[in-house]
């Protein structure tokens, strides 16, 4: 099989933040045999491989040297039906929104709160995506996924995932697996999850009664976009940092200096405490040295300003981390992967 591998190829297009380096070599494919073929190439001329999908969650700090392989495979479609519930199933390279509307267009429940949110749908189960008090673990069904170590395509059920806060197995063991599809499991007749603020008080202005889906992710769509800067026009990886977890006594402990902090009960006893809540009182929120800074809306979004390298994008991390750790003695964990 024929692969177009370009060489020397700019990054620039391929990652949200905007970040221009090269990739030593570049290939998208569209198929599981073409992503054999791709490795089958790679292990032979002994070079490294890099994976990529929207690359909306990477922060690409030097050139990629091997080979780079961009997840482009399409296709969506009903695996099973219920009365009561329906499984889809997609292609890695499927766009995430493009596939949450494509479920509201079937009429189901499920995947409303997390409308909006960039990247592929191959790159969903490892970070375990999240807004709105919704995780995809609570809609997963399976997944197919290229084991590299053993060349074997095996079937994770959630289970297998060992998902936790923007957290999985293939984020744990990065490189060994190749997410091919994604199943999801969604509801003929849902109820609408609107408990996370500032989505309830959305809601409650709209005065509807009855559960619309449609309603609930046009709703997150717009709050998103008055906070979240459009990767297109300014270069963002979404959010930076994670929630950081405390314990009850650490929140205890801050909240005799600081009543007002964000937080929320975790199944485990812990508690989520907000991060762009503690950058912002930090004084960071809206910050800007040259090409990176931090976005005016949302203090948990790092901005390229145009030309800014990846390097300079982790300085600033490293910074607002320190700072926070001084300031609250909360330890601040990024989301996105370094490449390079």
């Given at each position: 099989?024929?692969?177009?591998?370009?060489?020397?190829?700019?990054l620039?297009?391929?990652?949200?933040?905007?970040?221009?380096?090269?990739?030593?070599?570049?290939?998208?494919?569209?198929?599981d045999?073409?992503?054999?073929?791709?490795?089958?190439?790679?292990?032979?001329?002994?070079?490294?491989?890099?994976?990529?999908?929207g690359?909306?969650?990477?922060?690409?700090?030097?050139?990629?040297?091997?080979?780079?392989?961009?997840?482009?495979?399409?296709?969506?479609?009903?695996?099973?039906?219920?009365?009561?519930?329906?499984?889809?199933?997609?292609?890695?390279?499927?766009?995430?929104?493009?596939?949450?509307?494509?479920?509201?267009?079937?009429?189901?429940?499920?995947?409303?709160?997390?409308?909006?949110?960039?990247?592929?749908?191959?790159?969903?189960?490892?970070?375990?995506?999240?807004?709105y008090?919704?995780?995809?673990?609570?809609?997963?069904?399976?997944?197919?996924?290229?084991?590299?170590?053993?060349?074997?395509?095996?079937?994770?059920?959630?289970?297998?995932?060992?998902?936790?806060?923007?957290?999985?197995?293939?984020?744990?063991?990065?490189?060994?697996?190749?997410?091919?599809?994604?199943?999801?499991?969604?509801?003929?007749?849902?109820?609408?999850?609107?408990?996370?603020?500032?989505l309830?008080?959305?809601?409650?202005?709209?005065?509807?009664?009855?559960?619309?889906?449609?309603?609930?992710?046009?709703?997150?769509?717009?709050?998103?976009?008055?906070?979240?800067?459009?990767?297109?026009?300014?270069?963002?990886?979404?959010?930076?940092?994670?929630?950081?977890?405390?314990?009850?006594?650490q929140?205890?402990?801050?909240?005799?200096?600081?009543?007002?902090?964000?937080?929320?009960?975790?199944?485990?006893?812990?508690?989520?405490?907000?991060?762009?809540?503690?950058?912002?009182?930090?004084?960071?929120?809206?910050?800007?040295?040259?090409?990176?800074?931090?976005?005016?809306?949302?203090?948990?979004?790092?901005?390229?300003h145009?030309?800014?390298?990846?390097e300079?994008?982790?300085?600033?991390?490293?910074r607002?981390?320190?700072?926070?750790?001084?300031?609250?003695?909360?330890?601040?964990?990024?989301?996105?992967?370094?490449?390079?």
């Amino acid at each position: 099989m024929m692969l177009a591998v370009r060489e020397q190829a700019d990054l620039r297009s391929y990652n949200t933040l905007g970040i221009t380096e090269q990739a030593e070599r570049l290939v998208e494919i569209g198929s599981d045999r073409e992503l054999l073929a791709a490795l089958a190439t790679a292990q032979a001329g002994g070079w490294p491989v890099t994976i990529l999908g929207g690359g909306s969650n990477v922060v690409v700090s030097g050139p990629l040297s091997g080979l780079v392989i961009a997840m482009r495979s399409r296709g969506r479609r009903v695996v099973q039906r219920t009365a009561d519930r329906v499984v889809i199933e997609g292609e890695a390279g499927e766009n995430w929104h493009d596939l949450v509307n494509w479920s509201l267009d079937l009429g189901l429940f499920g995947l409303e709160n997390l409308s909006l949110i960039p990247g592929t749908l191959g790159a969903a189960p490892v970070q375990n995506i999240g807004a709105y008090g919704v995780e995809l673990q609570e809609v997963f069904h399976s997944l197919d996924a290229l084991d590299r170590d053993t060349g074997q395509i095996l079937r994770f059920e959630c289970a297998d995932c060992r998902f936790a806060y923007r957290d999985s197995i293939f984020k744990q063991r990065p490189g060994r697996y190749v997410i091919l599809r994604v199943r999801l499991v969604l509801q003929r007749h849902g109820r609408v999850r609107v408990d996370y603020a500032p989505l309830d008080s959305a809601w409650a202005d709209t005065g509807l009664r009855r559960a619309d889906a449609r309603v609930v992710a046009a709703l997150v769509c717009r709050i998103r976009r008055s906070k979240l800067p459009d990767p297109a026009v300014l270069g963002n990886a979404g959010s930076f940092f994670k929630n950081p977890l405390v314990s009850p006594a650490q929140l205890e402990a801050l909240q005799a200096s600081y009543p007002g902090i964000p937080h929320y009960a975790q199944p485990d006893g812990r508690y989520k405490v907000a991060a762009g809540w503690l950058i912002d009182q930090a004084g960071w929120k809206g910050w800007r040295e040259g090409p990176v800074g931090v976005h005016a809306m949302q203090a948990l979004v790092l901005v390229n300003h145009g030309g800014a390298r990846g390097e300079d994008i982790l300085s600033l991390a490293r910074r607002i981390g320190e700072d926070v750790a001084q300031r609250f003695g909360v330890t601040l964990e990024m989301e996105p992967q370094r490449l390079g």
